[in-house]
């Protein structure tokens, strides 16, 4: 108590006004939402960059079924022209946009000259405008009547039918697919407009009455029908504009909107934006649905809970947020609330609600059809807010509609592609394996031609994404349906004359099968190789690099086979690097980096000599892309066969050195660790001591980083190639690099002390010299100030025990092993591991006869750290003491192994696995040197504690006691202690038992007959576990025995095991099976079967089940041997059926 | 006990099982399983050479014929399947 009048003492520190404060304010905030910020983070459109974004601004077209066709007679090429419009006119677009562009900026370039000659622009300049007006307003006409482009807002209804009056009034012609242009085809009628006769196997149905509205291919965020974004209504342009001076004038009679004209009571209903556009929703809905924005629902009439709600949500089901009446709908209203109930379930639900709907929405895909479930799954899952656990949801719900709709997917191919292509270059692996199986998927279900027909359009898109995303999706179609079924259409692409893109998508489409199939490319090798070969002398630079990258990609899924395919890319290659320069050089350099290891020898050294001249010269590029190629491709080089060290020390090495061995090199990770891979690669060839020497007195830089990088260098040269290369100069400019440098670090990580270890280990002897030196440093070290030092010291110990033992320095190692003995006071407790395993190590050279300190001074000092609860210093003490017990367990006083005995019990509750077998191991060696009575009797006390590891362990060791003195000492024993009343001591002796049976394998033949009273008493037990525990020592009993003339013994138990079978508790049926199992192989199947014959054809279902299993086994395990012991049933033969076996009843 | 390895290990066991010839279940009719039998007879006959020349001397035929005849007799060995009741 304080003194009264004192300042009162406060005994508790809470959290400091202001800061509670903070808070407050903070939730006064309105709409302040604390997971905001990590939402967003969940969110994968918020974590993506811009390019992956990209993918919203996708504009996706129905895919018309070409198959459908033959079923009204007409030639339907409808969506595949449409499609091919549509990119042409985006192209045309893009062309003109930059055009204009260019022009806008070369005005500006010149406007200033202009303004001051004042002069009218030339006539050259009017006729261009002129010709390019003229163009625009042709190109407008031409496509009157046709959309340009599907977006959300234009009137639903219009689309449908300006397809059907095109395709009726004009059947085109067919021309060849791959370089169509619909825009310029001739409106010639077919001739006779005969129809084509199709094949009906896989035609559809034909799709129902309500037209199919384009998906959008925008989130809501940024829907011209959101209030923020739509145009101004007359009323609201009338309140802003003052009611005089202005006119409303009528549009000109040429104007086409661009945009369809809006219906005006359909915005209306759909205020909000979203999805809905299609729906005549009503405005209570969406008054809820606006409404709920803040305090959301987690309970929907017939959907039930859900696991959480987001506002998107909201707009998305807005229909099924309200309860309506359902008999005023018409059924497809009710299917298409049905699925959304369903979706919803699925994203949003908790797994057991999600699987059920999954499931429903599985079995009634047909029903429903494809088109309502697409146009409600596809807008959600390009949500700008999707989270990767809903995307996952629905990808799945994708995946397996899809295999429920087979062919119907066709009009939707095209719409799943926009959705799913963005996950082929998800960053998240599992993204992309979901991508590549819906679309592996949807190409089995669509057809190759279809696919085909619905992706040609975006080979030559204007946008790079677009094709990038393409290309992947069509790999996928390769590998799920054969290279060889897309190598005509990828031929035709990779020539196109009409558009690079088309060329430089092909190409990156043989690219990425390469990627994705690696070595399955080969029986095509030829086939790819020559349809992306001529792409290297073409005239646009972007294929030419696409061309070289195909290359390496086909070169390194070739590898190390197929060199011939590439023989007539060989020259162009070697050609092109001496001709260009930039990325297209390194994408050669690539692609030849993956050639030269496929070639013969002397090929391999002529080509390597060509490139090399290259290569020095790209040594002192400052592009670090080039960096990374020039040296990967040395290191390539450098690993063939042909490449002579020779050359390789005169015409790499200096320029190499020069280059790369420099500081600057350290400090990026990724060009550190290529470095490192390419010099140790030269001096596969070069030798250590033409490397070594050229790095060893960098040892000492001032860098440390620059250090590092050595060390690293070093420690694998010299752990694959060995030390015997080093002369004694450099030997010592080595160790006294190595010792600086060691001295010298600041952070402590495992580089530095694997390279010594291993430079140590690798000079052997002929570090004697330097031993002293080293161990004064350790000496020194072990006494440092920082616990990460003296670690680092302690372990270093630990790797040259072996080698200071074999320079013969014992001296040295009893004065180390000394002062490791002094610091096991140590309270670090990694620092502590370290030091035991490094008393451990001197321990395990020396011997414990010559160890000091001695043993019996080593060993009582353990026994207290055995207490230590840090898994290191247990597996460090326990590995220490195991090796004591095996090798010097005379040296120790009984008592104090007692005592160890009772620790290690403790030891036995240890997580790491590795801490408790190293226990029950050394239960083995105490036993074997002290005599296995004490043991024994400290683990079958053990047996009486509650934990169960603790007992399971227990037995384990009683069984290792048995295997390691012998199960003679051990099994008395253990039938006396079964017979004590408690239950857990008895079940404990049962699980010795079947250890030590498990152990001792053959040698059971001597006890079978001593355990059979046990047995029978466990196996008629009324405990479950009993029986279980005692099959299983049968089992391993039964095993050991095998062919060891305990027939007797066996059969009797097996009378006692047979019962069991109708067990249905999975771990008991489980033990009694194998049982039975294991007695086919003692008493053979004959007698099995003989038991099995009962009940075969058992009136009682559960039976003949139950046998039937049985017999299962039997028949798999010994199916010829039963062959003689089926019993003979030719009286049951009847009619034409004879069961007779005659050929067994012949005789001579 | 664990729901889970009912449903797994067993039934994944029974599964298994089916997967070959020659193994029966519960709702095997005779005529199927003896069928089984008398296949596994004949290729037991066919498989062992010594058997086989047993067989092809008790017969008084080539090695070479008893064999064919053994693996001929495989494809029907009890003789049409009898006609399956109505039910």
């Given at each position: ?903 290690l019990l403790d030891l036995l509750k240890a997580h790491k696995k590795a801490i408790r077998r190293a226990a029950v191991n050394s239960f083995g060696y105490i036993a074997k040197s002290l005599g ?217 | ?87």
């Open positions: 108590m304080s003194p009264p009048g004192s300042p009162r003492l406060v005994d508790s520190f809470s959290v400091p006004k202001d800061v509670l404060k903070e808070f407050e304010d903070l939730a006064e905030e309105e709409n302040y939402d604390p997971f905001a910020e990590t939402a967003s983070k969940r969110q994968i459109a918020s974590r993506q960059g811009d390019y992956h974004n990209r993918r919203f601004e996708r504009v996706a077209v129905e895919s018309a079924d070409a198959f459908k066709a033959a079923e009204d007679g007409t030639e339907v090429e409808g969506g595949y022209k449409e499609a091919m419009r549509l990119s042409r006119l985006e192209q045309e677009e893009a062309r003109v946009h930059r055009a204009i562009q260019e022009k806008e900026r070369e005005d500006r370039e010149a406007g200033k000259e202009k303004m001051d000659l004042d002069r009218t622009p030339p006539a050259a300049e009017m006729a261009d405008v002129a010709a390019e007006l003229e163009a625009a307003q042709a190109l407008a006409e031409s496509m009157a009547g046709s959309k340009r482009k599907r977006r959300w807002d234009e009137e639903p209804d219009a689309a449908p039918a300006d397809k059907t009056e095109e395709t009726a009034a004009a059947p085109k012609k067919r021309k060849s697919r791959w370089d169509a242009a619909p825009a310029d085809e001739p409106a010639a009628p077919a001739p006779a407009a005969a129809p084509v006769k199709r094949s009906r196997w896989d035609q559809t149905p034909v799709q129902q009455d309500t037209p199919m509205i384009p998906i959008i291919m925008n989130a809501p965020g940024v829907m011209q029908d959101d209030k923020h974004n739509r145009y101004l209504t007359d009323e609201e342009l009338d309140l802003l504009l003052p009611p005089t001076g202005y006119a409303i004038v009528t549009a000109p009679p040429g104007y086409a909107p661009s945009v369809a004209p809006r219906r005006f009571a359909a915005s209306m209903s759909t205020e909000i934006g979203g999805f809905q556009i299609q729906e005549s929703s009503d405005a209570a809905a969406v008054a809820a649905a606006a409404g709920l924005a803040p305090e959301l629902p987690t309970e929907i009439p017939g959907v039930g809970a859900l696991a959480f709600f987001k506002p998107e949500d909201a707009q998305y089901f807005a229909k099924i947020m309200k309860e309506e009446d359902e008999t005023e709908l018409s059924v497809d209203e009710m299917k298409e609330r049905k699925i959304m109930r369903l979706l919803l379930k699925i994203k949003n639900g908790t797994p057991p609600v999600r699987k059920t709907a999954l499931r429903q929405i599985t079995d009634k895909a047909r029903d429903f059809g494809a088109g309502p479930l697409f146009d409600k799954i596809l807008p959600l899952l390009m949500e700008r807010s999707l989270e990767d656990q809903e995307r996952h949801l629905l990808v799945k719900v994708i995946d397996r509609v899809l295999y429920k709709l087979d062919d119907l997917v066709r009009p939707y191919v095209h719409k799943i592609l926009v959705v799913i292509e963005p996950l082929l270059i998800d960053e998240d692996y599992y993204a992309r394996v979901e991508g590549r199986e819906i679309i592996s998927n949807l190409s089995k279900a669509a057809g190759l031609a279809h696919m085909i027909s619905t992706m040609r359009p975006d080979i030559d898109h204007a946008d790079e994404y677009v094709r990038n995303t393409t290309a992947r999706a069509f790999s996928v179609v390769a590998s799920a349906l054969g290279i060889p079924s897309l190598l005509p259409f990828l031929k035709a692409v990779c020539r196109s004359k009409k558009s690079w893109q088309a060329r430089h998508t092909g190409i990156r489409i043989v690219q990425q099968i390469a990627i994705m199939m690696g070595c399955a490319v080969l029986p095509h090798l030829r086939n790819l190789v020559d349809c992306i070969g001529h792409g290297l002398s073409d005239d646009q630079q972007k294929v030419r690099t696409m061309t070289a990258l195909g290359l390496a990609a086909l070169a390194e899924a070739a590898a190390p086979y197929g060199i011939e395919s590439f023989d007539n890319v060989l020259k162009p290659l070697w050609l092109g690097i001496r001709q260009h320069r930039g990325k297209a050089l390194a994408a050669f350099l690539k692609a030849i980096g993956f050639i030269i290891p496929l070639m013969d020898p002397e090929y391999a050294s002529y080509y390597t000599k060509e490139v090399t001249v290259i290569l020095i010269r790209e040594f002192g590029t400052s592009d670090e892309e080039m960096k990374k190629i020039v040296l990967k491709v040395v290191q390539q080089c450098a690993a063939t066969e042909g490449v002579t060290g020779q050359y390789i020390k005169q015409d790499i090495l200096p320029d190499f050195f020069k280059s790369f061995w420099i500081r600057r090199m350290a400090l990026d990770r990724r060009n550190y660790k290529q470095v490192v891979e390419t010099t140790v690669e030269l001096s596969q060839k070069a030798g250590v001591a033409e490397i070594c020497n050229r790095v060893v007195n960098e040892l000492k830089d001032e860098a440390e980083p620059y250090r590092k990088m050595v060390m690293e260098t070093i420690t694998k040269i010299i752990a694959t190639l060995g030390a015997s290369d080093i002369d004694e100069r450099l030997e010592v400019r080595l160790i006294d690099g190595i010792i600086f440098s060691f001295q010298e670090q600041t952070t402590e990580d495992q580089v530095m002390l694997d390279g010594f270890g291993t430079v140590v280990n690798a000079l052997g002897i002929r570090v004697k010299p330097y031993l002293t030196q080293i161990v004064s440093t350790i000496l020194w070290r072990l006494n440092n100030k920082s616990a990460k030092v003296r670690q680092q010291a302690a372990d270093l110990t630990s790797r040259l025990a072996v080698v200071i033992k074999q320079c013969g320095e014992d001296q040295l190692l009893s004065k180390l092993g000394l002062v490791l003995f002094e610091q096991l006071g140590e309270e670090y407790p990694d620092t502590l591991g370290s030091i035991i395993a490094a008393e451990g190590a001197i321990a395990n050279v020396v011997g414990m006869t010559q160890m000091n300190p001695p043993v019996k001074d080593l060993l009582p000092r353990m026994t207290p750290i055995l207490r230590n609860r840090h898994e290191k210093v247990q597996e460090a003490s326990i590995n220490l003491i195991g090796r004591i017990a095996d090798r010097g367990a005379e040296f120790v006083p009984a008592r104090e192994w007692m005592r160890i005995c009772f620790e296995p009575q004490d043991v024994l009797s400290v683990l079958l006390t053990n047996l009486r504690v509650q934990e169960r590891q603790s007992r399971v362990c227990s037995t384990v060791a009683i069984a290792i006691v048995a295997e390691t003195c012998g199960p003679f000492t051990c099994i008395p024993a253990i039938l006396n202690e079964y017979r004590t009343a408690e239950l857990n001591v008895r079940t404990g002796c049962l699980k010795a038992l079947s250890f030590v049976f498990e152990y001792v394998g053959p040698q059971s033949a001597y006890y079978a007959d001593s355990v059979v009273t046990l047995l029978e008493d466990a196996l008629t037990d009324r405990d479950l576990v009993h029986r279980q525990t005692a099959s299983t020592i049968v089992k391993h009993l039964a095993l050991g025995v095998a062919g060891l003339g305990c027939e007797d013994a066996m059969m009797h138990l097996m009378n006692l095991v047979w019962p069991n079978c109708f067990e249905t508790s999975p771990h008991v049926i489980g033990a009694v099976m194998e049982a039975i199992e294991a007695m086919r192989v003692t008493l053979g199947p004959g007698v099995l079967l003989s038991y099995v014959l009962q009940g075969l054809f058992h009136p009682a279902r559960k039976v003949r089940e139950v046998y039937w299993r049985v017999y299962n086994t039997l028949y798999l395990g010994a199916e010829d041997a039963m062959v003689p012991f089926y019993p003979d049933v030719s009286e049951l033969s009847e009619g034409p059926n004879d069961y007779g076996r005659h050929a067994l009843e012949v005789f001579i | 006990m664990s729901s889970e390895l009912r449903y797994t290990a067993n039934t994944q066991q029974e599964n298994l099982f089916a997967r070959y010839t020659g193994t029966g279940h519960a709702d095997i009719t005779k005529h199927e399983w003896l069928v089984h039998q008398q296949r596994d007879t004949l290729a037991s006959i066919a498989g062992h050479a010594p058997l086989l020349s047993f067989l092809a001397i008790a017969d008084g035929e080539a090695i070479g014929r008893a064999k064919f005849e053994v693996t001929e007799k495989m494809l029907q060995p009890c003789g049409p399947p009898p006609l399956k009741d109505e039910d």
